[in-house]
């Protein structure tokens, strides 16, 4: 699996606070992938036949996985709702403590119901017809 420059320094950061790498999964041939990192959070780096995705979980809900788009919506910042690796990357990197800070037990619940809110809001934007 070829690794983006912009992914690489995502790598290098993840590893720089502290996460370990727990998987490296080689896809199908497509060049896909996926590589997962943890300590207190989880980040999952997905190459999907050449698109790559950074995701992040709460430990404590380890099959909710939110992309940076949402999480920086529940920041308080907003743009678009896809973003291309590029950007994902800058927002993990320049808001890592703050999305720390969201999955920390004392408001992890109140944020998980805020994503899935803001998760529900975006699928209403992009499949309107389904929401009448």
Same mark, same amino acid.
């Given at each position: 699996m070829e690794i983006p420059e912009h992914i690489r320094q995502v790598i290098g950061f993840l590893e720089s606070v502290g996460l370990s790498r727990k998987a490296m999964v080689k896809g *199908? $041939? @497509?060049?896909? $992938?996926? &590589?997962?990192?943890?300590?207190?959070?989880?980040?999952? &780096?997905? *190459?999907?036949?050449?698109?790559? @995705? &950074?995701?992040? !979980?709460? #430990?404590?809900?380890? *099959?909710?996985?939110?992309? #940076?788009?949402? #999480?920086?919506? #529940?920041? $308080?910042? !907003?743009?678009?709702?896809?973003? $291309?690796?590029?950007?994902?990357?800058?927002i993990l990197t320049s808001r890592w403590d703050a999305i720390c800070s969201v999955f920390e037990p004392a408001c992890a619940a109140e944020s998980h119901r805020r994503l899935q809110r803001l998760r529900e809001e975006r699928a209403k934007r992009w499949f309107p017809t389904w929401y009448k």
């Open positions: *199908n $041939g @497509f060049g896909s $992938g996926v &590589i997962t990192y943890q300590n207190g959070v989880r980040v999952r &780096i997905v *190459n999907d036949r050449g698109d790559w @995705f &950074i995701e992040v !979980s709460d #430990l404590r809900q380890p *099959n909710e996985w939110y992309d #940076l788009a949402l #999480l920086r919506d #529940l920041l $308080g910042d !907003s743009g678009p709702d896809v973003l $291309g690796a590029p950007e994902q990357a800058a």
